[in-house]
Protein backbone atom coordinates (compact mmCIF):
# COMPACT_ATOMS: atom_id res chain seq x y z
CA UNK A 1 0.00 0.00 0.00
CA UNK A 2 1.24 3.62 -0.79
CA UNK A 3 4.29 2.18 -2.79
CA UNK A 4 3.49 2.90 -6.39
CA UNK A 5 6.32 3.24 -8.48
CA UNK A 6 4.87 6.97 -8.86
CA UNK A 7 5.71 8.04 -5.34
CA UNK A 8 8.64 5.83 -5.08
CA UNK A 9 9.73 8.19 -8.30
CA UNK A 10 8.83 10.95 -5.74
CA UNK A 11 11.05 10.25 -3.02
CA UNK A 12 14.12 9.45 -4.77
CA UNK A 13 13.84 12.55 -6.80
CA UNK A 14 13.22 14.89 -2.96
CA UNK A 15 16.12 12.42 -1.55
CA UNK A 16 18.33 13.91 -4.60
CA UNK A 17 17.43 17.07 -4.38
CA UNK A 18 18.57 16.89 -0.75
CA UNK A 19 22.01 15.56 -1.72
CA UNK A 20 22.90 18.22 -4.25
CA UNK A 21 21.66 21.08 -1.44
CA UNK A 22 23.60 19.55 0.89
CA UNK A 23 26.91 19.43 -1.66
CA UNK A 24 26.28 23.06 -2.28
CA UNK A 25 25.40 23.93 1.20
CA UNK A 26 29.05 22.61 1.87
CA UNK A 27 31.31 24.01 -1.17
CA UNK A 28 29.38 27.75 -0.10
CA UNK A 29 30.57 27.38 3.25
CA UNK A 30 33.99 26.24 2.27
CA UNK A 31 33.92 28.90 0.08
CA UNK A 32 33.20 32.04 2.81
CA UNK A 33 30.34 32.95 1.10
CA UNK A 34 27.95 32.14 3.70
CA UNK A 35 29.54 35.67 5.29
CA UNK A 36 27.70 38.88 5.29
CA UNK A 37 31.15 39.85 4.95
CA UNK A 38 32.13 38.22 2.07
CA UNK A 39 28.99 38.79 0.26
CA UNK A 40 29.50 42.72 0.74
CA UNK A 41 33.38 42.96 0.38
CA UNK A 42 31.95 41.56 -2.93
CA UNK A 43 29.80 44.60 -3.79
CA UNK A 44 32.14 46.97 -1.89
CA UNK A 45 34.33 45.56 -4.60
CA UNK A 46 37.39 45.06 -1.68
CA UNK A 47 36.60 40.87 -1.93
CA UNK A 48 36.49 39.16 -5.14
CA UNK A 49 35.56 35.76 -3.72
CA UNK A 50 31.91 35.85 -4.97
CA UNK A 51 32.20 36.49 -8.49
CA UNK A 52 35.48 33.95 -8.55
CA UNK A 53 33.64 31.26 -7.27
CA UNK A 54 30.75 32.32 -9.92
CA UNK A 55 33.14 33.13 -12.77
CA UNK A 56 34.45 29.25 -11.99
CA UNK A 57 31.46 27.57 -11.89
CA UNK A 58 30.04 29.14 -14.68
CA UNK A 59 32.45 28.24 -16.85
CA UNK A 60 33.04 24.70 -15.43
CA UNK A 61 29.45 24.07 -15.92
CA UNK A 62 29.02 25.58 -19.31
CA UNK A 63 31.46 23.38 -21.16
CA UNK A 64 30.07 20.48 -19.39
CA UNK A 65 26.36 21.15 -20.02
CA UNK A 66 26.88 22.19 -23.80
CA UNK A 67 29.24 19.12 -24.18
CA UNK A 68 26.71 16.38 -22.70
CA UNK A 69 23.85 18.73 -24.86
CA UNK A 70 26.06 18.19 -27.79
CA UNK A 71 25.77 14.37 -27.17
CA UNK A 72 22.03 14.28 -26.41
CA UNK A 73 22.42 13.77 -22.74
CA UNK A 74 20.70 16.80 -21.38
CA UNK A 75 18.63 19.49 -22.64
CA UNK A 76 18.92 23.31 -21.08
CA UNK A 77 16.16 24.58 -18.77
CA UNK A 78 16.23 27.98 -19.75
CA UNK A 79 13.90 30.93 -18.30
CA UNK A 80 11.67 33.33 -20.23
CA UNK A 81 12.52 36.71 -19.70
CA UNK A 82 11.46 39.85 -20.68
CA UNK A 83 13.57 43.62 -20.20
CA UNK A 84 10.47 44.31 -17.31
CA UNK A 85 11.53 41.74 -15.31
CA UNK A 86 15.33 40.72 -15.62
CA UNK A 87 16.16 44.49 -15.92
CA UNK A 88 13.84 45.61 -12.51
CA UNK A 89 13.25 42.43 -11.05
CA UNK A 90 17.62 42.40 -11.21
CA UNK A 91 17.80 45.81 -9.77
CA UNK A 92 15.19 45.55 -6.85
CA UNK A 93 16.88 42.30 -6.03
CA UNK A 94 20.34 43.85 -6.18
CA UNK A 95 19.04 46.46 -3.51
CA UNK A 96 18.10 43.22 -1.16
CA UNK A 97 21.36 41.69 -2.06
CA UNK A 98 23.50 44.57 -0.50
CA UNK A 99 21.52 45.63 2.48
CA UNK A 100 20.48 41.96 3.84
CA UNK A 101 23.99 40.76 2.49
CA UNK A 102 22.64 37.28 1.67
CA UNK A 103 21.24 35.54 -1.21
CA UNK A 104 18.28 32.95 -1.02
CA UNK A 105 21.02 30.12 -1.78
CA UNK A 106 23.85 32.10 0.53
CA UNK A 107 21.06 32.49 3.56
CA UNK A 108 20.44 29.14 3.92
CA UNK A 109 24.17 28.78 3.89
CA UNK A 110 24.60 31.16 6.57
CA UNK A 111 21.83 29.82 8.88
CA UNK A 112 23.92 26.35 9.03
CA UNK A 113 26.93 28.67 9.74
CA UNK A 114 25.23 30.10 12.99
CA UNK A 115 24.23 33.35 11.75
CA UNK A 116 21.54 34.73 13.61
CA UNK A 117 20.70 38.06 11.68
CA UNK A 118 19.96 35.47 8.30
CA UNK A 119 17.82 33.45 10.03
CA UNK A 120 15.84 35.78 12.39
CA UNK A 121 15.29 39.33 9.88
CA UNK A 122 16.44 37.82 6.76
CA UNK A 123 14.17 34.47 6.29
CA UNK A 124 11.59 36.34 7.36
CA UNK A 125 11.45 39.85 5.37
CA UNK A 126 12.59 37.19 1.97
CA UNK A 127 9.09 35.49 2.98
CA UNK A 128 7.10 38.72 3.33
CA UNK A 129 8.73 40.13 0.05
CA UNK A 130 7.65 37.11 -1.86
CA UNK A 131 4.25 37.54 -0.29
CA UNK A 132 3.78 40.87 -1.48
CA UNK A 133 5.07 39.68 -4.80
CA UNK A 134 2.27 36.83 -4.92
CA UNK A 135 -0.28 39.51 -4.24
CA UNK A 136 0.87 42.46 -6.59
CA UNK A 137 1.48 39.55 -9.33
CA UNK A 138 -2.02 39.25 -11.22
CA UNK A 139 -1.48 42.89 -11.74
CA UNK A 140 2.38 42.95 -12.70
CA UNK A 141 1.52 39.93 -14.95
CA UNK A 142 -0.56 41.77 -17.28
CA UNK A 143 1.66 45.26 -17.72
CA UNK A 144 5.32 45.44 -16.52
CA UNK A 145 6.64 42.15 -16.79
CA UNK A 146 5.31 41.44 -20.49
CA UNK A 147 7.15 44.51 -21.61
CA UNK A 148 10.37 43.70 -23.91
CA UNK A 149 9.04 39.92 -24.01
CA UNK A 150 11.91 38.03 -25.53
CA UNK A 151 11.15 34.34 -23.76
CA UNK A 152 13.33 31.52 -23.84
CA UNK A 153 16.41 33.11 -25.51
CA UNK A 154 19.73 32.05 -25.34
CA UNK A 155 23.08 34.14 -26.90
CA UNK A 156 23.70 31.42 -29.73
CA UNK A 157 19.86 31.62 -30.22
CA UNK A 158 20.06 35.44 -30.47
CA UNK A 159 22.86 35.47 -32.48
CA UNK A 160 21.52 32.30 -34.69
CA UNK A 161 25.03 30.28 -34.26
CA UNK A 162 26.05 27.23 -33.72
CA UNK A 163 26.44 26.71 -29.80
CA UNK A 164 30.23 26.78 -29.39
CA UNK A 165 30.51 29.93 -31.52
CA UNK A 166 29.30 31.72 -28.35
CA UNK A 167 30.85 28.89 -25.45
CA UNK A 168 34.61 28.96 -26.59
CA UNK A 169 34.72 32.40 -26.79
CA UNK A 170 32.71 33.09 -23.41
CA UNK A 171 34.91 30.62 -21.54
CA UNK A 172 38.39 32.28 -22.67
CA UNK A 173 36.41 35.50 -22.00
CA UNK A 174 36.28 34.40 -18.01
CA UNK A 175 39.20 32.81 -17.53
CA UNK A 176 41.10 35.61 -19.21
CA UNK A 177 38.95 37.91 -16.43
CA UNK A 178 40.15 35.26 -13.77
CA UNK A 179 43.42 35.86 -14.95
CA UNK A 180 43.33 39.14 -15.11
CA UNK A 181 41.75 39.44 -11.50
CA UNK A 182 44.01 37.27 -10.19
CA UNK A 183 47.61 39.21 -11.55
CA UNK A 184 46.35 42.39 -9.92
CA UNK A 185 46.24 40.73 -6.20
CA UNK A 186 42.30 41.76 -5.87
CA UNK B 1 41.34 14.03 4.29
CA UNK B 2 42.67 16.88 5.89
CA UNK B 3 41.21 19.48 3.31
CA UNK B 4 37.71 18.42 4.96
CA UNK B 5 38.41 20.33 8.18
CA UNK B 6 39.65 23.56 6.37
CA UNK B 7 37.93 26.43 7.45
CA UNK B 8 37.78 28.05 3.82
CA UNK B 9 38.84 26.34 0.66
CA UNK B 10 40.17 28.38 -3.14
CA UNK B 11 37.52 30.19 -4.33
CA UNK B 12 38.53 28.39 -7.77
CA UNK B 13 38.12 24.72 -6.38
CA UNK B 14 34.84 25.64 -4.89
CA UNK B 15 33.73 26.83 -8.95
CA UNK B 16 34.79 23.91 -9.53
CA UNK B 17 32.92 21.81 -7.71
CA UNK B 18 29.80 23.59 -8.12
CA UNK B 19 30.06 23.65 -11.65
CA UNK B 20 30.61 19.85 -11.64
CA UNK B 21 27.26 19.42 -9.46
CA UNK B 22 25.27 21.40 -12.13
CA UNK B 23 26.39 18.41 -14.22
CA UNK B 24 25.00 15.81 -12.26
CA UNK B 25 21.62 17.67 -11.57
CA UNK B 26 20.75 18.34 -15.37
CA UNK B 27 21.69 14.54 -15.88
CA UNK B 28 20.26 13.24 -12.47
CA UNK B 29 17.44 15.66 -11.94
CA UNK B 30 16.99 16.91 -14.95
CA UNK B 31 16.67 20.39 -12.94
CA UNK B 32 19.14 23.38 -12.61
CA UNK B 33 20.48 24.32 -8.98
CA UNK B 34 18.14 27.38 -8.03
CA UNK B 35 17.09 28.41 -4.39
CA UNK B 36 14.76 31.24 -4.39
CA UNK B 37 11.00 29.86 -5.81
CA UNK B 38 11.70 27.73 -2.54
CA UNK B 39 10.87 30.82 -0.17
CA UNK B 40 7.90 31.94 -1.95
CA UNK B 41 6.52 28.51 -1.45
CA UNK B 42 7.45 28.22 1.89
CA UNK B 43 5.32 31.89 2.11
CA UNK B 44 2.78 30.77 0.90
CA UNK B 45 2.19 27.58 2.70
CA UNK B 46 2.97 30.01 6.10
CA UNK B 47 0.26 31.82 4.38
CA UNK B 48 -2.14 29.25 3.91
CA UNK B 49 -1.60 28.09 7.55
CA UNK B 50 -3.48 31.31 8.77
CA UNK B 51 -6.02 31.51 6.01
CA UNK B 52 -6.25 27.85 4.67
CA UNK B 53 -6.86 26.19 1.48
CA UNK B 54 -8.12 29.11 -0.58
CA UNK B 55 -4.72 30.82 -0.49
CA UNK B 56 -3.81 27.89 -3.25
CA UNK B 57 -6.17 29.69 -5.81
CA UNK B 58 -4.01 32.84 -6.08
CA UNK B 59 -2.90 32.63 -9.30
CA UNK B 60 0.87 33.08 -8.56
CA UNK B 61 0.35 29.91 -5.73
CA UNK B 62 -1.00 27.76 -8.35
CA UNK B 63 1.81 28.40 -10.52
CA UNK B 64 4.14 27.54 -8.70
CA UNK B 65 2.45 24.86 -6.29
CA UNK B 66 2.28 25.32 -2.80
CA UNK B 67 4.20 21.93 -1.80
CA UNK B 68 7.59 20.42 -0.46
CA UNK B 69 9.57 19.34 -3.90
CA UNK B 70 12.84 18.60 -5.30
CA UNK B 71 14.02 22.74 -4.89
CA UNK B 72 12.64 22.99 -1.40
CA UNK B 73 14.88 19.98 -0.14
CA UNK B 74 17.77 21.14 -1.88
CA UNK B 75 17.42 24.60 0.22
CA UNK B 76 16.99 22.55 3.44
CA UNK B 77 20.28 20.64 2.11
CA UNK B 78 21.95 23.86 1.56
CA UNK B 79 21.27 24.58 5.58
CA UNK B 80 22.45 20.75 6.40
CA UNK B 81 25.49 20.97 4.04
CA UNK B 82 26.84 24.42 5.38
CA UNK B 83 26.34 23.16 9.06
CA UNK B 84 28.49 20.18 8.35
CA UNK B 85 31.02 22.30 6.79
CA UNK B 86 31.47 24.87 9.40
CA UNK B 87 31.31 21.60 12.06
CA UNK B 88 33.96 19.64 10.86
CA UNK B 89 36.57 23.01 10.66
CA UNK B 90 35.29 24.78 14.01
CA UNK B 91 33.57 27.61 12.16
CA UNK B 92 30.33 27.51 13.52
CA UNK B 93 29.32 29.95 16.13
CA UNK B 94 26.13 32.21 16.53
CA UNK B 95 26.49 35.59 16.20
CA UNK B 96 23.50 37.91 15.37
CA UNK B 97 26.03 41.27 14.16
CA UNK B 98 28.44 41.00 11.65
CA UNK B 99 32.17 42.43 11.84
CA UNK B 100 31.48 44.57 9.02
CA UNK B 101 28.01 46.00 9.64
CA UNK B 102 29.15 46.04 13.27
CA UNK B 103 32.21 48.36 12.35
CA UNK B 104 30.04 50.96 10.56
CA UNK B 105 26.66 50.63 12.25
CA UNK B 106 27.78 49.44 15.66
CA UNK B 107 26.79 45.66 17.47
CA UNK B 108 23.00 46.51 18.00
CA UNK B 109 21.51 43.09 17.09
CA UNK B 110 18.02 45.14 17.19
CA UNK B 111 19.12 47.55 14.46
CA UNK B 112 21.13 44.81 12.37
CA UNK B 113 18.16 42.70 12.24
CA UNK B 114 15.82 44.93 11.17
CA UNK B 115 17.90 45.89 8.54
CA UNK B 116 18.10 42.49 7.47
CA UNK B 117 14.67 41.52 7.69
CA UNK B 118 13.89 45.24 5.28
CA UNK B 119 17.02 43.83 3.05
CA UNK B 120 14.99 40.02 3.05
CA UNK B 121 11.66 42.08 1.72
CA UNK B 122 13.40 43.77 -1.63
CA UNK B 123 16.13 40.42 -2.22
CA UNK B 124 12.49 37.82 -1.74
CA UNK B 125 10.14 40.75 -3.93
CA UNK B 126 12.95 41.00 -6.68
CA UNK B 127 13.96 37.57 -6.80
CA UNK B 128 10.24 36.75 -7.65
CA UNK B 129 9.83 39.75 -9.74
CA UNK B 130 13.09 38.53 -11.99
CA UNK B 131 11.92 35.10 -11.57
CA UNK B 132 15.51 33.88 -10.53
CA UNK B 133 18.21 34.24 -7.87
CA UNK B 134 21.95 34.10 -7.83
CA UNK B 135 21.76 30.30 -7.92
CA UNK B 136 19.23 30.42 -10.54
CA UNK B 137 19.90 33.06 -12.73
CA UNK B 138 23.70 33.82 -11.73
CA UNK B 139 25.16 30.56 -11.68
CA UNK B 140 22.61 28.71 -13.47
CA UNK B 141 20.78 30.40 -16.15
CA UNK B 142 24.20 31.92 -17.39
CA UNK B 143 25.59 29.32 -17.49
CA UNK B 144 22.96 27.92 -20.00
CA UNK B 145 23.80 31.28 -21.56
CA UNK B 146 20.60 32.09 -21.12
CA UNK B 147 19.43 35.84 -21.91
CA UNK B 148 17.24 36.07 -18.99
CA UNK B 149 20.09 35.13 -16.66
CA UNK B 150 22.98 37.36 -18.02
CA UNK B 151 20.62 40.66 -17.64
CA UNK B 152 19.12 39.54 -14.47
CA UNK B 153 22.75 38.90 -12.98
CA UNK B 154 24.16 41.88 -14.18
CA UNK B 155 21.28 43.75 -12.35
CA UNK B 156 21.78 42.34 -9.46
CA UNK B 157 25.58 43.21 -9.14
CA UNK B 158 24.71 46.67 -10.27
CA UNK B 159 22.21 47.50 -7.75
CA UNK B 160 23.96 45.66 -5.50
CA UNK B 161 27.33 47.89 -6.00
CA UNK B 162 25.20 50.68 -5.86
CA UNK B 163 23.46 50.42 -2.95
CA UNK B 164 26.57 48.80 -0.78
CA UNK B 165 28.78 52.47 -1.96
CA UNK B 166 25.52 54.45 -0.46
CA UNK B 167 25.53 52.25 3.07
CA UNK B 168 29.10 52.12 3.21
CA UNK B 169 30.66 55.03 1.25
Sequence with gaps: MGNTPGKAKGRSELLWGLAFGVVFGFLLQKGGVTKYDVIVGQLLLTDHTVIKIILTAVVTGMLGIYAMKSLGWVELQVK?????????GGLIFGVGFAVLGYCPGTIAGAIGNGYLDA???????????AGI???????LIR??????????????GLFKVNDWVVVVPVALIIVAALYWLESTGL | MGFMTDVSWSPYA?????????????????KPIACSTTFAKASGML???????????????????LKVDWQFMLVLGVILGSLIAALLSGDFGLQWVPPLWAATYGES????????????VFLGFGARWADGCTSGHGISGTLQLAVSSWISAICFFVGGILTAAILFG
Design chain 2, 14 to 30: VGIGIGVLSWLSFLISK
Design chain 2, 109 to 120: ALLRVAVALVGG
Design chain 1, 133 to 139: FAALYPR
Design chain 1, 143 to 156: GILQKGYFGDLTLP
Design chain 1, 119 to 129: LIGGVAGILIG
Design chain 1, 80 to 88: SGSAGMNII
Design chain 2, 47 to 65: ERLFRGQQVEQKAYYAKIK
